[in-house]
């Protein structure tokens, strides 16, 4: 039995989640789910975003399914990462059947190493200079691309690219893009190159396809990886997972979005498909493809949200989703 922690979070997190939890129920896993508060309002109820409740769950559980953070997502999320070690952000980028994107048929992976780089936070002000401590390690750089390359093998997938700036950050972007050289020649079978980050992104609006997996660095994957979803219909497709050694978080990246928040109008797709990755984390492959396909259907006969142009509410949408699956 698979322990989840699930936290719906603030805003829309609520809806997606419980639109997502209808489907899931319809497969009949061994999974065990306990709910759990986090974000704003646990900041307003208990005084912390992130109960030391909720912690320890996250901590006993075998995964944590999130819904969305807001104004306190970096006490919620980035330090539930950080507590749980989950070092390797997953975000892929798949153009869906149904969706008008700006690349159909486009199926890309960005590994963002989750640990270090300037989001560790160092910050410091003096005497109206400020200044920011970027941390690159050759541990976790090596950690994150040989993640990138495991990945690349377990899904079949033909190259990776690391992205760096090691012609103006000569030490810390020239360590990451030695480290990712150096693992490259333990995976003769896959292809790699690398590229600096601004040619990258240039690369990704004009030929995203030259593209198959990317790993790059904390912040420039936190950045690359909203472009990537951008070349395929938005963050409301977007999945997205944190994964560790011990532990794994899997949130959609779309955020609270407090203004449509309570309509019940939001789109759940980011949320189902980022469950369906926890399926997949867990070795249930053919489950997570049926709702996949289910979500793909789904879309493709018009029956959306009205963020796509339909008129489903988000509850309606998960019930075509879970329709497709009996």
């Not at 093998?153 to 050289?181: I, P, Q, S, W, Y």
């Amino acid at each position: 039995m698979k322990r989840i922690a699930v936290i719906p979070g603030d805003g829309i997190g609520k809806e997606v989640m419980d639109a997502t939890m209808h489907v899931l129920e319809k497969l009949n896993l061994p999974f065990s789910y306990s709910f759990y508060e986090a974000g704003d309002a646990a900041q307003e109820k208990y005084g912390k975003a992130l109960p030391d409740e909720t912690l320890e769950a996250c901590k006993k559980s075998d995964a944590v399914l999130f819904g969305a953070a807001g104004e306190t997502a970096a006490d919620v999320i980035v330090r539930l990462r950080q507590e749980l070690n989950t070092f390797a952000n997953i975000r892929p980028a798949k153009a869906l059947r149904g969706i008008k994107c700006l690349y159909p048929g486009l199926n890309i992976v960005v590994v963002r190493e989750n640990t270090e780089c300037l989001y560790r936070g160092f910050e410091f002000e003096f005497d109206g200079v400020s200044e920011a401590v970027r941390i690159i390690t050759r541990q976790a750089s090596e950690r994150i691309a040989r993640y990138a390359f495991e990945l690349a093998r377990r899904e079949g997938r033909k190259k990776v690219t690391a992205l760096h700036k090691a012609n103006v950050m000569k030490k810390t972007c020239g360590l990451f893009r030695d480290v990712c050289r150096e693992i490259a020649v333990e995976y003769s079978d896959i292809e790699f190159n690398d590229y600096y980050i601004d040619a990258a992104c240039m690369y990704l609006v004009m030929d995203p396809f030259r593209f198959d997996v990317i790993v790059t660095t904390n912040m420039f994957g936190d950045i690359v990886s909203d472009l990537a979803a951008g070349l395929v219909g938005g963050l409301g497709l977007a999945p997205s997972a944190n994964v560790g050694e011990k532990h794994a978080i899997f949130e959609p990246v779309h955020g609270a979005a407090f203004d449509i928040a309570g309509k019940g109008i939001a789109n759940p797709t980011a949320m189902i498909l980022t469950a369906c990755m926890m399926l997949r984390h867990f070795g249930y492959l053919d489950e997570a493809k049926k709702v996949e396909e289910a979500v793909e259907r789904t879309l493709e006969s018009g029956k959306v949200t009205p963020d796509l142009g339909g008129n489903l509410t988000t509850m309606e949408f998960a019930n075509e989703v879970a329709s497709l699956l009996d």
